[in-house]
């Protein structure tokens, strides 16, 4: 155990709450709640796991997700997407663009910490 | 001694004979017995109208003053015959085929039947021929004079004769020419009369020739050394006359009106032409063979001051051969009626078809329906045509002097008519001919010939003043009517014909290459230029089988091969014929013309198949008939074309408001995103947090509260979204019931205040009362939820350490200003314009928890209270101004 992830979310209740869920289960977490400069934390922070938001100021989780995507070192590091906007061409556009795992909000604990279990493992 | 008396009744009898030759003519062709009558040699004769009493008598007395050029009056129309038969037999076939009636109809049907160029050729025609008419006038005169036995009777005498002849001739002319009227304008009788004529006219001066040769001569051989030794052998040729006035008579043997009548119109087939061309120059040959002789032993013998016009004449009566005198009388009566019947003939057609007829029907408001009525009219405005014609030539005769010779007076003739030579040619060689430069060759043509030739010859001091023939009008030199544009020196016949034939021509080309052809026209242009190739040739068309075969291919071409061969089979069936084609009898090309007549019209469909089956030219009216219809199918096609126009328009719109409709589509979609996304995210927070609470494990005191907190403040959010959509969208659609109430801007700003409470109690808020007293007479509700709005968002978003709220109000006119200001960080100006659109939120007020639907609410009350809210840029913070119109009581309370 003892893994890092990085949330990168603007919300802060949900970052309160995400935190919480993760810190219990023994999970270093570490948030961004910017779109901008999010590649450069994720470079600098090597974390094992991202939770990667889609409404995010200045730049939106999908343009994340694809730079993360076109770099060799984070090419194949295992993202989970959130977003409140439920509809299936989001999910669509996800799974395009390389996501590992998409959860709608609102989301349901154990949903979240298993995905996270599974990610991180198999990462 | 012949007394006058004797004259008359001689010239009386001679008359009988020709309506008697003239009425039996008529019986045997309306029996269609007088095959003899349609005999090229008959044609031929007729044609020697042309030889007239000038030819008569005055080409004697022309030669005993210019030697041989009495010769071009008679080279001119051979040359035609001979070397331009091609420009007859195309005029011929052209008066054929379209039932020419005169040379005004000639001109006027190929301009498109226009009415003008007929009114016009038809005046000129008349006004050339007048002195022409005069001129027979005289020379009857004379010679009845000369037989008078004094040979100068007094002037008065003279006159007095010239109008009894004048009386005489209309009378005979009336009851000659228009005794009947044939659709064609054809007189067999007259053709006949005019005929035994031209026998009697050659034969007089033929016998004189014979007589004055031998008789009088010696013998050809003592004739002819009398000829070299005269002074006439020394009269020396001019060229340009030469040339010129053969010039002249070519173009008035084509152009004449009496020519035209009995060349063209006169003309019962076609291959007539082809003995013309031989035996016409060989009667005008004969005519002049003895011209020189008469001439020279006229002077010889005749004594000093004789009239030399008169010499036919005066020769035999001199040696007392009064019955030889007698024949050359009738040869030049003969010359002289034959003239004056044809033209008047001709020119009465002229005017009754081209000047009365269209003035009649014009008059008539239902049209000529009553043929007899049409039929009393044309012949009532003939005879008093033909009277006209000859008064105008008695009162030429009367003002000219009737001093003048013969010659001079043909001429004048002659070069008026020859003006129509450039229209008619070019109208029947050149398509590229239009009415306007026919018209405009025609005038400038005429003007020319009447002010140097026609007027002139008026006597002097007859029109022109003697000083104006000397110096030009108002001493403008160039104008002299002898010597246009200042070329002086030439012979005054030639200078005229000059002039106004070259400017005739050029206007004619320059018009025509200036103007556009009416569709009429230039279907007329087409039948003339190509005439050969539209009619048939003068063994006519004969019915045979290859009638349905053309039939048949015309049909495939306007029904399509389908329907025509469906079409052909039954009617083949129906005729018992089987599997061959039907013939064509009547009863089928009627209802093939029907048939057709749905595809191109029934003007059009007639026309084609009148060609086919029934060889019969296209007449004028049906060519108007068919460019009506290609106008109409002109017409037609444009109205589909803006009908055409107008779909494509529609379907514009249609894709418009295709657009219009994705457009608001999308927006449909992203708001319902933005929705649910800003439902969403609430209740994450709510579901996420409730989970936690109700696990309950290992969770600390603060820990719970502050959770709970979270949960109560994120519903709280969640009522305040849902209130505010449910807001904005009554409000967005209108059906918001606006409850108006009385109070003043002061109250309404201290209860916002009041109602913000709590959420401003970090925000200095700062009150400038002015203006606090402006009476309102609004929804102060909607007002009081703007100002809590604007209140609130300072509250939320200023950014500065001591945030400060002022709030102030000033006055527009009628419209009161409340600013709203703060110390904050402003807003930037690329986003002041987005504030106000539904959940647009700057990034950093996330935290706020605002949906970002307040300012469009504001903007939605503000714009049904009749005012506005705008962002104030400029002032160093983030600025709101509330407008509202209060009127101008409320500005006098502001004060």
């Known amino acids: 155990m003892g893994k890092h992830v990085l949330l990168i979310e603007d919300e802060p209740n949900i970052i309160e709450a995400i935190r919480f869920i993760l810190s219990r289960d023994g999970w270093s977490v570490d948030t961004h709640s910017d779109g901008a400069n999010a590649i450069e934390r994720v470079q600098s922070m090597k974390p094992d796991l991202i939770i990667l938001d889609v409404m995010l100021p200045n730049k939106s989780g999908y343009d994340i997700l694809r730079d993360l995507r076109d770099d060799a070192l984070t090419a194949k590091l295992p993202v989970l997407m959130l977003t409140a906007r439920g509809q299936t061409k989001d999910r669509e556009l996800a799974e395009r663009l390389g996501v590992n795992e998409f959860i709608t909000k609102p989301f349901s604990n154990s949903d979240i910490l298993a995905s996270v279990r599974a990610l991180a493992g198999a990462g | 001694m012949v007394t006058f008396n004797l004259l008359i009744l001689v010239s009386l009898a001679y008359v009988i004979f020709l309506f008697a030759v003239a009425f039996f003519a008529e019986r045997r062709a309306q029996q269609g017995v007088a095959s003899w009558m349609r005999a090229p040699l008959i044609y031929t004769l007729s044609l020697s109208v042309y030889c007239t009493a000038w030819t008569f008598y005055g080409a004697v007395g022309y030669a005993t003053r210019s030697g041989l050029e009495f010769v071009t009056i008679y080279l001119g129309p051979t040359l035609v015959m001979i070397g331009w038969w091609w420009i007859l037999r195309k005029l011929v076939r052209i008066g054929r085929t379209h039932r020419i009636t005169s040379i005004a109809d000639l001109i006027s049907s190929r301009f498109g039947k226009s009415t003008a160029l007929g009114v016009c050729v038809t005046a000129f025609a008349v006004i050339g021929t007048t002195p022409y008419i005069a001129l027979q006038l005289q020379s009857v005169t004379l010679s009845f004079d000369a037989f008078n036995g004094t040979g100068r009777a007094d002037e008065q005498g003279l006159q007095y004769t010239a109008f009894w002849i004048a009386t005489g001739l209309a009378i005979f002319t009336v009851i000659f020419g228009t005794r009947n009227l044939d659709a064609n304008e054809r007189h067999h009788g007259v053709v006949m009369a005019i005929a035994v004529e031209a026998v009697v006219k050659l034969a007089a001066l033929v016998a004189v020739g014979i007589f004055v040769v031998w008789g009088l001569g010696g013998g050809p051989m003592a004739t002819m050394a009398k000829i070299d030794a005269s002074p006439m052998a020394n009269l020396e040729l001019q060229t340009s006359r030469w040339i010129g006035i053969t010039f002249t008579a070519a173009a008035a043997f084509l152009c004449l009106p009496r020519m035209f009548q009995v060349m063209v119109v006169e003309n019962a087939d076609e291959r007539h032409l082809g003995t013309a061309s031989w035996a016409f120059p060989l009667y005008m040959m004969l005519m002049s063979l003895f011209v020189i002789p008469i001439a020279v032993i006229g002077l010889d013998l005749m004594p000093a001051g004789a009239n030399p016009d008169l010499f036919v004449l005066t020769l035999p009566l001199s040696q007392g051969r009064e019955d030889l005198a007698m024949l050359a009388f009738l040869g030049g009566f003969s010359a002289a009626t034959s003239m004056v019947i044809v033209a008047a003939i001709a020119l009465s057609t002229m005017v009754s078809n081209h000047i009365v007829m269209p003035i009649w029907l014009s008059t008539q408001k239902d049209g000529a329906t009553v043929s007899g009525d049409v039929r009393h009219v044309l012949l009532r405005s003939r005879r008093i045509s033909i009277i006209a014609i000859l008064f105008l030539g008695y009162v030429y005769y009367r003002l000219s002097g009737g001093g003048a010779a013969l010659a001079a007076i043909g001429l004048i003739s002659f070069a008026g008519v020859a003006q129509f030579l450039p229209a008619m040619l070019g109208g029947i060689f050149w398509r590229g001919a239009t009415r306007v430069g026919a018209l405009a060759g025609l005038s400038a043509g005429f003007i020319i010939w009447m002010y140097t030739m026609l007027l002139p010859s008026i006597g002097v001091n007859g029109v022109f003043p003697e000083a104006w023939m000397q110096g030009g009008p108002a001493d403008l030199h160039w104008l002299r009517p002898r010597a246009l544009f200042g070329i002086e020196g030439l012979d005054p016949v030639v200078h005229a014909v000059f002039w106004s034939l070259t400017l005739n021509t050029a206007a004619f080309v320059i018009g025509s290459m200036l103007s556009f052809p009416s569709p009429l026209e230039r279907l007329q242009g087409a039948q003339f230029v190509n005439v050969f190739d539209h009619s048939t040739g003068p063994r006519g068309w004969t019915h045979s089988g290859a009638a349905t075969e053309d039939l048949m291919m015309m049909a495939q071409r306007i029904l399509g091969p389908d329907e025509a061969q469906t079409l052909f089979h039954a009617e083949a069936l129906g005729q018992g014929k089987g599997a061959v084609l039907p013939d064509p009898s009547p009863e089928f090309i009627d209802r093939l013309e029907r048939e057709l007549a749905g595809s191109v019209g029934g003007a059009t469909a007639h026309a084609m198949i009148s060609q086919i089956v029934g060889g019969a030219s296209v007449s004028v009216q049906d060519l108007m008939a068919v460019a009506d219809e290609a106008a109409q199918i002109m017409e037609y096609s444009n ?257």
């Open chain 2, 639 to 895: 109205q589909l074309e803006a009908k055409s126009t107008e779909l494509q328009r529609t379907a514009g719109q249609l894709r418009d408001a295709n657009e219009k409709l994705t457009a608001l589509s999308v927006q449909k979609d992203a708001f319902l995103s933005q929705i649910s996304h800003e439902l969403r995210t609430p209740m994450t927070s709510i579901r996420s947090f409730s989970e936690i609470l109700r696990d309950g494990a290992n969770l600390t005191r603060p820990e719970r509260a502050k959770y709970s907190d979270i949960i109560h403040a994120e519903a709280i959010r969640l009522t305040r979204l849902l209130d505010n959509l449910l807001d904005l969208s009554v409000l967005e659609n209108g059906q918001i019931d606006l409850q108006l109430q009385s109070g003043t801007l002061g109250q309404v700003l201290d209860r916002a205040l009041a109602s913000s409470g709590a959420a401003t109690e970090n925000l200095r808020i700062t009150r400038d009362p002015d203006g606090d007293d402006i009476a309102l007479e609004t929804d102060l509700d909607r007002l009081t939820q703007v100002f809590i709005n604007l209140i609130t968002n300072a509250a939320k978003y200023c950014t500065a350490d001591a945030p400060h709220l002022q709030i102030r109000i000033t006055q527009d006119g009628p419209v009161s200003q409340i600013d709203f200001l703060d110390n904050g960080a402003g807003i930037p100006q690329a986003s002041q314009s987005l504030i106000f659109e539904k959940f647009s939120r700057l990034s950093d007020q996330a935290a706020a928890g605002s949906a970002g639907l307040g300012l469009a609410i504001c903007r939605e009350i503000m714009s049904k209270l009749g005012g506005e809210v705008r962002y104030l840029d400029g002032t160093g913070g983030t600025a709101f101004r509330v407008r509202l119109p209060t009127g101008t009581q409320i500005a006098a309370a502001a004060e």
